[in-house]
C-alpha cells in the first residue's frame, strides 16, 4: 500500500519568500505529525494533528510557522518569510491515532528546503 | 521533558563484526523508547520499539534492543553487520503528556567498511 508522501522533495527559496509543504499521510490513519531535521538541531517535533482535535503546536519555533489539515487527511506546512535558518529537511508522519503512546509512527520521504 | 544522548555520532565496523550503538534516556517515568533507521535520501524506517514487558526486544534486519532500566540505556545491536546496514540509526523516546510525539536523540551514523 501506499505510504505517507511528500512534495515537493525539494524547493529551493529566497530569503523572506513565504513556502508551503505538503503531506498526505497513510489512508486511515488519523495522527499526523511533523519533524525537522537540520545540521544543527537534529530531528524536532514540530507540531501534531489528531483527528479533530486542537494541534499540539508546542514544537513550532517561531509565529512564522503554521500547519494545518483540512479534512482529517492532507496537511499543509507553511513557513512565512523564510530565513536561512529555516534550511532543513522538513519530514511528516503519520499513525493510526488510536491513542496509544507506542504507537508507529510512519514517516515520509522529507521535503528538503534551502533557504537562500 | 525527557532526552536521548546518543554516544558516537559516526561508527565503523568491518562486514561481519558486532555492531553496537549505544543509547541512554532521562526520564521521570518508565518510557517507550524506538530505534529508527535513515537510509539515504529516505524517510525513517522503524527498527524495533520497547514499550512493556520482554526487554529485550528484536527487530528487523537481525537488530536488537535491551531496555536496561538501571543504567537507562537501550542500546542497539547485531551480532554481525552486512554492507546495507550502513545508514544513520536515531533513538528516540516517547514524550509522556501528549500523545505520541517523539525526541530523538543526534543520530549515529553507521559505516560498514569490507
Known amino acids: 500500500g501506499a505510504g505517507v508522501s511528500q512534495s515537493p522533495s525539494n524547493k529551493v527559496t529566497e530569503k523572506g519568500k513565504d513556502v508551503e509543504l505538503r503531506c498526505d499521510p497513510i489512508?486511515?490513519?488519523?495522527?499526523l505529525y511533523w519533524y525537522r531535521q537540520s545540521l544543527g538541531q537534529g530531528l524536532e517535533f514540530l507540531i501534531y494533528f489528531q483527528g479533530n482535535s486542537a494541534p499540539d503546536k508546542s514544537g513550532l519555533p517561531s509565529d512564522r510557522f503554521s500547519a494545518e489539515r483540512t479534512g482529517g487527511s492532507v496537511s499543509t506546512l507553511t513557513i512565512q518569510r523564510t530565513q536561512q535558518e529555516d534550511s532543513a529537511v522538513y519530514l511528516c508522519a503519520s499513525s493510526l491515532g488510536k491513542g496509544a503512546i507506542q504507537e508507529t509512527q510512519y514517516f515520509g520521504p522529507g521535503t528538503r528546503l534551502l533557504v537562500l | 521533558a525527557q532526552s536521548v544522548t546518543q554516544l558516537g555520532s559516526h561508527v565503523s565496523v568491518s562486514e561481519g563484526a558486532l555492531v553496537l550503538l549505544r543509547c541512554n534516556y532521562s526520564s521521570s517515568v518508565p518510557p517507550y523508547l524506538f530505534w529508527y533507521v535513515q537510509y539515504p535520501n529516505q524517510g525513517l524506517q522503524l527498527l524495533l520499539k520497547?514499550?512493556?514487558?520482554?526487554?529485550l526486544v528484536k527487530g528487523i534486519n537481525g537488530f536488537e534492543a535491551e531496555f536496561k532500566k538501571s543504567e537507562t540505556s537501550f542500546h542497539l545491536t547485531k551480532p554481525s553487520a552486512h554492507m546495507s546496514d550502513a545508514a544513520e540509526y536515531f533513538c528516540?523516546?516517547?514524550?509522556?503528556?501528549?500523545?505520541?510525539?517523539?525526541?530523538f536523540g543526534t543520530g549515529t551514523r553507521l559505516q560498514v567498511t569490507l
Open positions: 528516540a523516546v516517547s514524550d509522556h503528556g501528549t500523545a505520541s510525539k517523539l525526541t
Open positions: 520497547y514499550t512493556t514487558g520482554a526487554t
Open positions: 489512508s486511515g490513519h488519523t495522527a
